[in-house]
Every structure is written in C-alpha cells, then in structure tokens.
T-cell receptor, first 114, second 113 residues
Framework: AQSVAQPEDQVNVAEGNPLTVKCTYS??????LFWYVQYPNRGLQFLLK??????LVKGSYGFEAEFNKSQTSFHLKKPSALVSDSALYFC????????????FGSGTKLNVKP | DAGVIQSPRHEVTEMGQEVTLRCKPI?????LFWYRQTMMRGLELLIY????????DSGMPEDRFSAKMPNASFSTLKIQPSEPRDSAVYFC???????????FGPGTRLTVL
C-alpha cells in the first residue's frame, strides 16, 4: 500500500529563518511525490512535484523539496520564511499503478511569526 | 480560467435531510475527484471519474453517498440521508489527461446538525 507520513502536526518558525516541513513515504515502485499548500478557507494548491531527475526540486513561492531515496523522505524547505507562508502543507504520493490515485499526508500547520 | 468551481461554499442542514454538492471542473480536464477533509481523518478520496465514468468509488463511506457526472462540465455528490458525522469540508478536484497535478476547488463546508 502507498502512504505518506507527516510526523509533525505543527511547525513554528520565525520570519526570515529557514523552514523544513517533513514528509516520509512508502510506495511500491518509483515514487511520484507532491507538495500542496492550503490557505484558510481555500482549496489545496500545487507547490511542486518530484517525478524523476534532480533530487532537489524547486517550486512556487520560493519553496523547494529534497528527495532522499535512502531515507524515503521528501522534505519541504524554504531558505527564508515569510509570515504569509503560514498555512497547512500536505505531502502526497501518487499510486504508481494508478495515475489517478493520490494518497495525502495528514498535513502540517506551519506558523511563521514576525 | 475560473478554476474548479464548487457550490455551495457553506451548507448547514439537519440530520436526515438530503444534501447535494456541486462541482464544475476546469474546462478540458477529463478526471474529476471528490475528497472529504476532517480533523480526524485528514483528506480522503471518496470517488473519481475519468471521462465522466466513475472509476473508483472505494472511498465512498456508505450507500448514503452517491456521485454522478452527467457531462464533462458538471458533477454532484449527494448524501441522503445526512448524518452529523458527515460534517466535513468536501473538495472537488480536476486533472487533465497526462497531467500529474490536481487542481482543487475552494471546498464546501458541510455542517449537519
């Protein structure tokens, strides 16, 4: 079975500091990994994805994620956090046998304080 | 493009009533997904359609839930009868052929009293 785990319910960082939101995955076959962000009262928005290639993936709003096969991780990062980055972040994996089926993590609430 | 459109944005109803949630996918997208989001269970896939045909409804909680997609630009999720435990945010998402990314609507917040 495919799954992702986000071990932290909440991450608190100060504005200007680097941030990391953790995600680990379990998948049979090659992983197709995604990060989405959800702002209050809004739907999820795509941030970035890893399909193949470079382990460091760059996405929207200055976010990037590092794919680590040996640790089965796909952590989301940003060098300098903004207050406006405060939101709920979801990691997701696509079923390698069914390109229409995605499994989402439980979400991590990011709080960036001024 | 207006993105995925969902209506209503908020719905408050009483237990036992029928609830119908509506979704208009992005034009040209051929896959449509219905998700439910709760604090307890996170984001769950309920059902998805490909070219208007239901492909996988294994996530539909029970027979009280049904979904239809009569054409490429419209889908409904119906709960009959509704129960308080159905209270959640319901998201619709769509995806184009060969695309990896799903595009989510703003959601419908359902409260069943």
């Amino acid at each position: 079975a495919q799954s992702v785990a986000q071990p932290e319910d909440q991450v608190n960082v100060a504005e200007g500091n680097p941030l990391t939101v953790k995600c680990t995955y379990s998948v049979s076959g090659n992983p197709y990994l995604f990060w989405y962000v959800q702002y209050p009262n809004r739907g999820l928005q795509f941030l970035l994805k890893y399909i193949t290639g470079d382990n460091l993936v760059k996405g929207s709003y200055g976010f990037e994620a590092e794919f680590n096969k040996s640790q089965t991780s796909f952590h989301l990062k940003k060098p300098s956090a903004l207050v406006s980055d405060s939101a709920l972040y979801f990691c997701a994996v696509r079923d390698p046998d069914n390109f229409n089926k995605f499994y989402f993590g439980s979400g991590t609430k990011l709080n960036v304080k001024p | 493009d207006a993105g995925v459109i969902q209506s209503p944005r908020h719905e408050v109803t009483e237990m036992g009533q029928e609830v119908t949630l509506r979704c208009k996918p992005i034009s040209g997208h051929n896959s449509l997904f219905w998700y439910r989001q709760t604090m307890m269970r996170g984001l769950e896939l309920l059902i998805y359609f490909n070219n208007n045909v239901p492909i996988d409804d294994s996530g539909m909680p029970e027979d009280r839930f049904s979904a239809k997609m009569p054409n490429a630009s419209f889908s409904t999720l119906k709960i009959q009868p509704s129960e308080p435990r159905d209270s959640a945010v319901y998201f619709c998402a769509s995806k184009g052929t060969g695309q990896d990314t799903q595009y989510f609507g703003p959601g419908t917040r359902l409260t069943v009293l």
